[in-house]
């Protein structure tokens, strides 16, 4: 039974490294552009836009499928705050890209527009903002990849039987159910009868 369990932290513990994993990827397929002909066409943003989503979802999927435990001893509530915590950053990173997203359809929509002076501060305000927030995009999956390693290096597997000579704060890290003491039971109350004095005729 306890390799069992130790074989499902094991098991999550890499689930988390592969969550960090693809924070990561999406870094690397996301760069942030020097100049505005750096920036990606709507095409590709399009497909970056979706893939962020599809982060979200899939932080989803994985708390969904954890949030009413499993039955098997483990206390899964450690791996389920990385999660969710998982899915701030990746909620973060889906709002900036979609700010980048629409000054992206701004210059899209002026691209075949004669240059002038008003135009081209507003292109190069608009490549601005669109590379700022392109850089926040950057900051929440570095931070969200960085959490999720962070989440599983700590995930505490000591087995049920030291578990319950750790501190509160150490529990709250344990992959595993800490044994639940048997409830003491009250000395059963004694029902005494006295019997009232007879009282003479």
């Known amino acids: 039974m306890t390799n069992r369990l ?3 932290v094991g098991l999550e513990q890499g689930e988390l490294y592969a969550a960090a994993g693809a924070f990561d990827e999406l870094v690397r397929q996301i760069p942030v552009p020097e100049s505005p002909s750096g920036l990606p066409d709507l095409v590709t943003a399009s497909r970056q836009l979706s893939a962020l989503s599809g982060l979200v979802n899939e932080l989803a999927d994985e708390v969904h499928s954890r949030a009413g435990g499993d039955g098997s001893g483990l206390s899964l ?25 629409q000054q992206l359809g701004f210059l899209h929509r002026h691209a075949g527009t004669p240059d002038s ?3 081209s501060d507003v292109r190069e ?8 927030r392109l850089e926040l995009v950057h900051g929440s999956l570095h931070e ?3 959490g ?29 159910c800490a044994p639940v003491p048997e409830p003491t039971r009250a000395p059963a109350a004694r029902l005494s009868y006295t019997p009232e004095p007879r009282r003479g005729r």
């Open 6 to 8: 130790a074989s499902r």
């Open 77 to 101: 509530g450690p791996v389920v705050y990385a999660y969710t915590t998982a899915s701030v950053h990746a909620g973060q990173a889906v709002a900036d890209y979609a700010e980048a997203y």
């Open 117 to 119: 002076g008003d135009l």
């Open 125 to 132: 305000a608009a490549f601005g903002a669109a590379q700022w």
């Open 144 to 146: 969200g990849g960085r």
């Open 148 to 176: 999720r390693r962070g989440a599983a290096d700590r995930l505490d597997t000591a087995p049920p039987r030291v578990l319950a000579a750790l501190s509160p704060s150490t529990r709250a890290n344990s992959t595993y």
